[in-house]
């Protein structure tokens, strides 16, 4: 397996719950296929660098773990049918 990062940005006018809810939805998909998460970081609501679908805030979750490649591209394809989530970044550490 091989260690990730994910940095990931959450609309920051959700609820705490519903940004928990996303938190906990991509922590159990690598947990329930084989992953393991090393750390969540929530670095908490930031400017962003350039407005984002109208959007000048985001709260930002930096999430490192290890996973197969196949594994990544599962969590690439769900990071895309969010809602709530803004952008995402997968790096291999």
Known sequence: MTKY???YILDASLADEAKESIIKKFESL???NGGVVE???RWGVKKLQYPINYKTEGYYVLMTFE????????????AG???GLIRRL???R
Do not use: H, P, Q, S
């Open 5 to 7: 990062e994910m940095l």
């Open 30 to 32: 690598v947990a329930d």
């Open 39 to 41: 750390n969540v970081d």
């Open 67 to 78: 996973a197969a490649k196949t594994l990544v591209e599962e969590i690439k394809r769900i």
């Open 81 to 83: 049918i969010t809602d």
């Open 90 to 92: 997968i790096t291999k």
